[in-house]
């Protein structure tokens, strides 16, 4: 199994550009996150689905969109960037059951706004 | 006041040490603790796992979690210079739409030095 695959590894936007961050998952997980990462500041959840068709805000949705049309794929759409959204980019996945907290992550998007 | 709180560090020890890595937390709700391990990077990987209050051992790593002080801590023994990454400590519960979602500290970075 590859896990969550991420791509692009690193881009850079200008203000006002947008982009799609790809996330996919071979591993059947009905859960499926998105979060950005800047320095000091932890993880900050934007996105979460429950399973195809089902997305949700989590805590800084502000700026991004997110579609889930198949199990395996979660792409986070920027419109309009800001360099506010300069930040690392991770998604996860994990089971709808058991263990709470074994989120898969991947190896994170990079993006520079300029 | 944050959800969970945890110092940033940098934490730089020599290579055999006792490493204490802690986080305090205000949502009373929260049952599920872990620690995840993020080296330079990469995305986080689940480290340790525990529900509820108590201690739980694995190597050379213990998770303890106090639920009536609110304090958890990740010990390392016999520290490594492959242990050098930062340390998420993250919470969850599991009501209705707050099912595996995770609230993480600012993460810790741990350096150990040979």
């Known amino acids: ?114 | 006041q944050k959800e969970v709180e945890q110092d940033p560090g940098p934490l730089s020890v020599p290579e055999g040490a006792i490493v204490s890595l802690n986080c305090t937390y205000s949502n009373s709700a929260f049952q599920y603790f872990m620690w995840y391990r993020q080296y330079s990077r990469k995305g986080p990987e689940l480290l340790m796992y525990t529900y509820s209050s108590g201690n739980k051992e694995d190597g050379r790593f213990t998770a303890q979690v106090d639920k009536s002080s609110k304090y958890i801590s990740l010990f390392i023994r016999d520290s490594q210079p492959s242990d050098s990454a930062t340390y998420l400590c993250a919470m969850s519960w599991a009501g209705g739409t707050s099912y595996g979602k995770l609230t993480f500290g600012q993460g810790t970075i741990l350096t150990v030095h040979p």
């Open chain 1, 1 to 114: 199994n590859a896990g969550v695959t991420q791509t692009p590894k690193f881009r850079i936007l200008k203000i006002g550009q947008s982009m799609t961050l790809q996330c996919t998952q071979d591993m059947n997980h009905n859960y499926m996150y998105w979060y950005r990462q800047d320095p000091g500041m932890g993880l900050k959840l934007i996105y979460y689905s429950v399973g195809a068709g089902i997305t949700d805000k989590g805590e800084v949705p502000n700026g991004y969109n997110v579609s889930r049309s198949t199990t395996e794929d979660f792409p986070l759409r920027l419109e309009l960037a800001a360099p506010s959204q300069t930040s690392v980019y991770f998604c996860a996945s994990s089971y709808a059951t058991g263990t709470i907290g074994t989120q898969y992550f991947g190896p994170g998007t990079r993006l520079l706004v300029l």
